[in-house]
């Protein structure tokens, strides 16, 4: 398959503007003709969902929760980024897209980040007019902070629920729009298939899940907003629910799958205590800013944290990266953290933690400013550990978080199947192979308000209306398929339940596809991944009925695509040889154990064609062209 | 320090929602105190599962207390016995060893039971469709420091504006009324200068809308923000009074 | 529907009213109080008190008239309040406990309402639809608490009348929409205070009668 990033021309700072000038405009009074699906109401969905119902489309909007309000994006802490320079300090938009460029290890698309930067400033003042709550200043006008990966303070933040007030603030707009009629809301929902009709996006298939029902909708455009696939690893921040089944069903009618090895390990979470453990708890990033990350200076030093004195201790985020210090991005602050437990300096019962201390910042600002910047941060974090990080440091340890990778888009974020467009977290575009901290929030934003709404608009007018219904014989059989594999999970009636086979498949990504890996390992990982695959649909033992709130058979179908979808990473992996931001690769490091990139052989987008569930699938290279950053050995020291 | 418990759980088990509906008892054991409430029903779950039984269905998500999925009463207690926490976010070091557990859904005649412990809780999103909102559209944006907001405000906004949307409001309050959830929407809005446009229409459609959508009235029982996760305070309901009554009685707009 | 009727219909209209005509009433427990503080003096303080108000004329009956409508108000918007909220919740909880917010007051408000509306009714045969020809009012006063059983109702009454009110001053305050981190507080203290003056007040009036009479 041929990739067309449509990446328009000219200096990069005029390729957005003259871009959309260049983008046909559906007239206003012709918007109402067109029926847009939108899955999903995070940031990228639902803004998406509020804005193109702004500008007249009929949206038909879908989220798996029982409220557009409590899409994941809910749970993203620290802020926002945006090229305000509110403070003064030498930010721009061209320090944006330098820094987004360079944190992601030169693996982004330039032009999409430019553009990313560009809008970042009108995202903040569309979320204030919304009346998103934003820290401010005595004077009244807003605040920043600092955040991992930037030497500027431009993160927008409110307390530590900035995801939550952003969101909310989208889920504002669109409830507007659904009490105007112009979204139709379709809660409880699950993706379960994309239609396509001669090579055209003509609608999806849903599951009902209070009733079981399958359902069909067609409309003129299908725009996937269903996050990440961070799940696949069983442990990870994510919420429960979030999963890849959207997307990879997608990827399996035919939408390429770029980058999937790209997931971001974050540095500050809470460390795994026990198998039961459903999920990990991120703490916000912006505690690097006043915690001092540090481990005991000798291996096996088991003494109680305040004992332990200062001489005795290592900070060493400081001394090896003096001028980012404990703001290092998170792909380097988590590799080292797992390198100084895999030394035996971790601390903690299990040994894999490090401590994140604010004692010094407590004594230099008082324990007021403290409280009033993280405060519910902290007051998380002892409801969980029953320990109190105001006296004791906190301990911290990486966790699966953000995934990069996701369905290949262009310039316009369409996929490579007409018609179906791929925004925020589930699709490839802005972050390369490494996020920035307080980045996610923008890019769903920026896709949702500021991008989708011109985009979509070209296609339709070029496209013309969907004549194709939900009677159609495409729109049966695909829901004939999903009918039969809830079917079949049904009756498989085995030994092990769902979960059981999650944490396997949990346990074998982060073995041998997590913080670092390795040819041999991801090998043996493909074989596990292909043996766990074929018992699962021998063994699993999923209860229930077909058409009934079913929880257990929601899971076993996510579960289906993750085994699937978990293979595909570990082939991605393994071809991607080199390091580069989150994916690091044993064999490929510099000598100082930093990612050493191959810029020669893999400065390109890996985008994963599917070809069957027999065939291998087959890898399309859309290549990087950096004109306007150098390409650099990252380096933060 | 890390131990294991067995409990007796004594929980609401119900078809779907024209089904009636029965207390069933059924036992967790070894459950490990670091457990939230939400891993140890996932224990008791997988054991279900296994013993051939239908698992218990229960709404969650996030599970660190953002989203605003989870929730059930427990004991009595909306999200559990402790203060300011949403049920994923109560450890089981909170309970003893031996302790019978008694676990209900939300009970209003506006959130109807769907499944076991799952509710239906779209009026709180009818609330919010009503007026709890800026009408903006994207694109239209002055700059976002041509308004300054005082820090007092923005903080009174913030803490208002923290409201999950889990009903717990409702689920706790004698009378089953969301005016703290409406409040604390009302309040975040209006205490902005962005919101005071349309501050006495969102007030006045919003109360209108939550009486239309069948929950009970407020009677100052303050049960609502003794057991709301974010604490949020009935002030809130006290500012939506008062926006109210400047919608019914002085607003010059007909309503 | 006018705007006026509009308003106070919804369930914050309905709280409006409660609140209004609640501090109305307070307002009138106070003055009442006032006046019956003279019974403490004496025969002659009371008497020429009584006289005092009597010869209030046209004022006295336009008071009555009123506190009848302010009570029908009261009564009629607290009983569908009351039954509105019973229905709002169709399924009880088996377990239900309180995360610390109500108080007896306010858990109690519309049990002793319906009781305080009772006692009233028994106060007004009592004291006011009753035949004073050849008596006075301090005579039927001293006549009805020699009975051990009016004593006895008249000071539960009381009790109950504070119960009622400590719940329900502040709670008025809270619905008109005054809360305020400076003066809550003060206003919730004022409650307290002002619900146990009026039980004592009242409350102390049979007994000291009996006693001293």
Known sequence: MQLDSKVPGGPIQDKWDKHRFDLKLVNPANKRKYKVIVVGTGLGGGAAAASLAELGYNVLNFCIQDSPRRAHSIAAQGGINAAKNYQNDGDSIWRLFYDTVKGGDFRARESNVYRLAQVSTEIIDQCVAQGVPFAREYGGLLDNRSFGGAQVSRTFYARGQTGQQLLLGAYASLSRQIAAGKVKMFSRREMLDVVTVDERARGIVVRNLVTGEIEKYAADAVVLATGGYGNVFFLSTNAMASNVTATYRAYKKGACFANPCFTQIHPTCIPVHGDYQSKLTLMSESLRNDGRVWVPREPGDKRPPNEIPESERDYYLERKYPSFGNLVPRDVASRNAKEQCDQGKGVGETGYAVYLDFADAIERDGKAVIEKKYGNLFQMYEKITAQNPYEVPMMIYPAVHYTMGGLWVDYNLMSTVPGMYVLGEANFSDHGANRLGASALMQGLADGYFVIPYTIGDFLATAGTNDVTADHPAFTESEDAVKAQATKLLSINGKRTVDDFHKELGHIMWEYCGMARNAEGLRKAQGLIQKLRAEFWENVLVPGEEKDLNQSLERAGRVADFLEFGELMVIDALHREESCGGHFREEYQTEENEAKRDDENFCYVAAWEYKGDDEAPVLNKEPLEFENVKLTQRSYK | MTKTINLTLKVWRQKNAGDKGKFETCQARNISTDMSFLEMLDVVNEGLTVDGKEPIAFDHDCREGICGMCGTVVNGRAHGPEKGTTLCQLHMRHFDDGDTIAIEPWRARAFKVLKDLVVDRSALDGIIQAGGYISVNAGGAQDANNLPVPQDKADKAMDAAQCIGCGACVASCPNASAMLFAGAKISHLALLPQGRPEAAKRAWAMVKAMDALGFGNCTNERECEAECPKEISIVNIARMNREYYKAGFFSGEKN | ?213
Request: with cysteine; proline share 3%.
């Open chain 3, 1 to 213: 529907m006018n705007w006026f009727t509009d308003t106070l219909g919804t369930s914050i209209g309905k709280k409006l009213m409660m609140a209004l005509t609640g501090l109305a009433f307070c307002g009138f427990l106070a003055t009442h109080l006032a006046g019956n503080l003279t019974l403490y003096v004496g025969s002659e303080a009371f008497l020429s008190y009584a006289e005092h108000l009597h010869s209030l004329g046209p004022l006295i009956t336009l008071a009555e008239w009123s506190l009848l409508t302010l009570a029908i108000i009261h009564v009629a918007t607290g009983l569908t309040l009351f039954y509105q909220n019973w229905r709002s919740r169709p399924v009880r909880y088996s377990v239900k406990k309180t995360a610390g917010g109500r108080t007896i007051g306010s858990r109690t408000m519309p049990y002793t309402g319906i009781l305080l509306l009772l006692f009233i009714i028994l106060h007004l045969l009592n004291f006011h639809f009753v035949d004073k020809t050849g008596t006075n009012i301090w005579n039927i006063v001293t006549d009805t608490f020699n009975s051990g059983g009016y004593i006895f109702i008249y000071i539960i009454a009381m009790i109950v009348a504070a119960v009622h009110v400590s719940h329900g001053l502040w709670s008025a305050f809270q619905t008109l929409g005054v809360d305020h981190p400076k003066y809550t507080p003060f206003i919730r203290g004022l409650s307290i205070v002002f619900s146990v003056i009026i039980g004592i007040g009242f409350g102390f009036i049979p007994i000291f009668i009996s006693i001293s009479v």
